[in-house]
């Protein structure tokens, strides 16, 4: 759950990580992984630490280069604070004055508690973690620990929870004595001073007398000196943990004021999203008009949006000093020995931490978005959606016509997209409909992992069946795993990070745990990353995606033995290839260049392994609108794309030419992808080894329902019109695909209106996209045949050079040529023959009828010719 920006600012600061050695490797042999990239992987789970006492981290870059009561509720705030951070198993170690902040309210909202967590306890940074005052007695005896050698994994002891107590202990007492501890002695003397408080009985009086400030210690409140006592504890064995100091009798009047914090039901969970849903008893208060609109939206919209309107990190960080870019020659030293040693440079200072935060201003966001009228804000969501955003106005109308690249960078557009889509999705499973709707229009980025989890119909409690799932166990895949992670799309930062690493293996472990009829087969591992990498910080929605995404578009592709699957498929496949184009099948059949060649990593993969993630989320957001026989329509596109260079190569020019795979027009791909699905019959992509759907449905071309036939022969339930099984063999003898006689039906557009009259067509358009060309002898023929059909037998169609005989027949089917020409017989071998003939011919969209005229004998469909008068 997003919270509204309301007030609240963007604030950025800086630091750099830690250089490693050019020349070593890790014990895999690879180079090692820089820290920045480590931190960077690190910082995602932050995203997720959202509470009303913490300042919200919303994005990481890796750049190139008063009173007593008043007291009380800072420490109680500040407390409530680190009690959720340590629930997250997150130690501040950096916490001073600077770093508690205060709201427009007067509460504290604590920075900067990142650091420590992402920087692996101070390991990847040049710079130690904390500042000396407010440093824990355990914390200064330790001492800076930098691992000696970075291909091992010695790390620093890190900090507990407890050295953030004490932190808040010596920031309270500072609040009550109105000064800073300390601050005549220098950084050693400091240190010094705090680690022989351990010889001290009360550490509170004794600060007192060292700073002048008994006097004010004997006026404070019994609480207060209680807590300052309890927080200055030396030993850390002794000293209680935030949880422990919520619950203390030091704010036994100031708690009951505090509400405990719940954390809003996500959208795949088994709680309420309403539970808590708030009205105030005037609910004319929701409907004022507030002025800012933008100010109820997400920190993380607002981020989002600010970045595609200019925003630039880097830039503002450079344009306030913070980074400092040097010449080259300036980072050389004065002195290089012949062993290697330099003297005479000093420290370069762009390594220390600058923790100075740079305020980002809103004023180009809010300008770029000051034409935006406020309803914008509030879509309704009418099952009609006449007042959509993207159909809404004459401006988002002429937006969505644009390539999908410059929609995706349009501030304006991607506004109303967000709005949208967040209001729809906080609506899911009621609004999948219009979900559905609006993703074929296109996805807002920032919400394409959920919508992607919408699309896919993942519902209920994903968490808890991720967590009951064993990711520790040792399981025999965990060698290969291991092997294939650092291989999987590692130019992408977050995935190459060590997090992303362990994010990616307990999600595959999770996976084969919880499959045990399947098994682990390379390229799991690529299908898994995109899901991973839009829900980096929810590896169940990740796994519960991907669960749901394999059964789909890849059932029992992972199966011990798969290959009677991949066979169906990739035969399935040169169908389509020779369906949609026969020239380029003729060509690809002679030179032998079979899909098996090329295509198993396409399919298997779904093109995860063959194109780079930012291609994948465009082509995914279309196929994931389609069904299971979308995938071909990609392959016969890809290859349509390289049709000119693989007409004119030869096998060996073909084999590299996929071995290094050209640039490929995303966009385009999908659009023609779309084209193809179109053209291509339901039951032509039909398997036998596809996931059995539902009665009534037809995405495979399965048969439906006899109630879902026209009633017109629904009085025999025994008819089936759906596609047959063949045996591998016999579909790997056929060039052209099968049909269903009940897909030709639907084509044709036949209907019977009544036994008196003979069947006619349907009036839906003028121009028939379809012909039946029937193959039997001219007396067969003439006995009954489909409307509409021509008649050419087999035996006489084609001279000895294959070409088809001339005459009113032939010149009918050249007319046709286009659209789809289904082959129809008493013998399937022949129907099979005459289509490949025709695809030889280089007529496309050839088919054959799957049962041949006895499919359509029983429907009462046939018609006579008329008696001539």
């Known amino acids: 759950m997003m919270a509204p920006l309301r007030d609240a600012g963007l604030g950025a600061f800086t630091f750099f990580a830690s250089a490693l050695p050019h020349d070593v490797c890790g014990s895999n042999g690879l180079p090692l992984t820089p820290n920045s990239i480590k931190i ?97 007695p355990e914390v200064i005896a330790q ?10 994994c010695e790390r620093p002891l890190p900090s507990g929870p407890k050295s953030d107590v004490w932190s808040l202990g010596v920031i309270v007492f500072e609040l009550c004595m109105g000064r800073k501890l300390f601050q005549s002695l220098d950084i050693s003397e400091k240190l010094k001073v705090i680690l022989e408080l351990g010889c001290v009985d009360d550490i509170v009086t004794v600060l007192a007398e060292e700073h002048g400030c008994v006097e004010v210690i004997k006026s404070l409140p019994g609480n207060v000196l209680t807590l300052l006592r309890k927080c200055l504890t030396y030993h850390p064995s002794k000293r209680p943990t935030a949880s422990d100091l919520l619950s203390d009798s030091a704010f036994a009047e100031i708690s009951p004021t505090y509400m405990p914090y719940c954390k809003p039901a996500s959208l795949f969970s088994s709680a309420l999203r309403c539970a808590d849903l708030f009205l105030p008893e005037d609910i004319s208060l929701l409907c004022k008009d507030e002025g800012e609109f933008l100010a109820e939206r997400s920190i993380e919209e607002v981020y989002h949006l600010w970045c595609l309107a200019g925003g630039d990190l880097e830039k503002e960080l450079i344009s306030k000093g913070i980074i400092k870019s040097k010449p080259p020659i300036c980072t050389l030293p004065n002195l290089l020995l012949e062993d290697g040693e330099s003297f005479g440079r000093g420290r370069d200072r762009s390594s220390l931490l600058d923790d100075t935060t740079v305020t980002l201003s809103l004023c180009q966001l809010r300008n770029r978005l000051k034409d935006v009228p406020g309803e914008a804000y509030y879509p309704l969501l009418g099952e009609d959606q006449s007042n959509v955003p993207h159909s809404g106005s004459n401006n988002e109308l002429s937006t969505s016509n644009l390539p999908l690249i410059i929609r995706e960078r349009d501030t304006e557009y991607q506004l109303n997209r967000i709005v949208l889509f967040d209001r729809l999705l906080k609506a899911y499973p009621y609004k999948k409909n219009l979900i559905w709707k609006e993703a074929r229009v296109d996805i807002p980025p920032l919400l394409r992992g959920l919508t992607w989890a919408a699309l896919l119909g993942v519902e209920g409690a994903i968490q808890e069946k991720y967590d009951s799932t064993d990711k520790d166990t040792p399981i025999p895949t965990d060698r290969q795993i291991e092997v294939d992670i650092p291989r999987c799309h590692q130019y992408d930062e977050l995935l190459s990070s060590p997090e992303g690493h362990a994010k990616f293996r307990r999600v595959l472990k999770a996976w084969v745990v919880s499959h045990p ?60 290839i020779a369906f949609h184009d026969p020239e380029l099948s003729n060509h690809l059949n002679e030179i032998g260049f079979i899909p098996d060649l090329y295509a198993i990593p396409w399919f298997l993969t779904m093109f995860t392994h063959v194109f780079p993630l930012h291609k994948i989320f465009h082509l995914w957001d279309t196929l994931l609108l389609g069904n299971a026989s979308f995938p071909f329509c990609i392959g016969v596109a890809i290859l349509q794309q390289l049709r000119v260079r693989l007409l004119a190569n030869g096998f060996n020019e073909c084999i590299l030419l996929f071995s290094d795979l050209p640039e490929i027009d995303i966009e385009r791909c999908v659009r023609e992808s779309i084209n193809l699905f179109c053209w291509t019959p339901k039951s032509a992509t039909y398997r036998q080894h596809a996931q059995s759907l539902k009665q009534g449905s037809d995405s495979n071309g399965m048969s439906r329902s006899p109630a879902s036939f026209p009633t017109e022969y629904q009085d025999s339930t025994k008819i089936d019109l759906g596609r047959e099984l063949i045996k591998l063999s ?60 021509i008649n050419m037998p087999f035996g006489s169609a084609f001279t000895a050079d294959g070409e088809l005989v001339p005459g009113p027949a032939s010149a009918t089917l050249q007319s046709f040529k286009g659209k789809v020409i289904v082959s129809v017989g008493h013998v399937s071998t022949n129907a099979a023959e005459f289509a490949a003939h025709l695809v030889k011919l280089g007529y496309p969209r050839v088919c054959i009828l799957d049962g041949g005229m006895n499919k359509m004998k029983p429907t009462g469909l046939l018609t006579v010719p008329s008696p001539q008068i």
Not at 77 to 85: F, N, T
Not at 143 to 152: A, F, R, W
């Open 40 to 136: 960077l992987g690190r910082f995602q789970i932050l995203k997720t630490i959202v509470h009303p006492r913490l300042c919200q981290y919303v994005d990481i870059t890796r750049g190139k280069h008063g009173s007593p009561v008043k007291i009380l509720h800072l420490a109680f705030e500040a407390l409530q604070g680190l009690e959720y951070l340590n629930r997250h198993r997150i130690v501040h170690r950096a916490l001073s004055p600077h770093s508690i902040l205060l709201d427009g309210e007067g509460h504290v909202k604590m920075a900067k508690f990142g650091l420590y967590y992402i920087t692996d306890h101070g390991a990847d940074v040049d710079f130690p973690i904390g500042y000396p005052s407010y440093l824990a």
């Open 143 to 152: 001492g800076i620990v930098k691992p000696k050698d970075p291909t091992q």
């Open 517 to 576: 009829n399947l098994v682990y087969w390379q390229g799991l591992d690529s299908l898994c990353a995109p899901f991973l990498y839009l829900n980096f910080n929810n590896e169940a929605l990740a796994y519960a995606c991907m669960s749901a995404f394999i059964p789909k578009y890849l059932y029992n592709f992972f199966l011990k033995d798969n290959s009677h699957v991949i066979q169906e498929y990739l035969t399935v496949f040169s169908q389509m």
């Open 730 to 789: 016999e579909l790997k003898s056929e060039v052209s695909p099968r049909i269903s006689a009940e897909d030709l039906i639907d084509l044709c557009e036949l209907t019977v209106p009544s036994h008196a009259k003979g069947p006619t067509k349907k009036t839906k358009s003028s121009k028939p996209k379809l012909l039946v060309v029937d193959i039997r002898n001219s007396e067969d023929f003439n006995r009954g045949h489909i409307p509409g059909s």
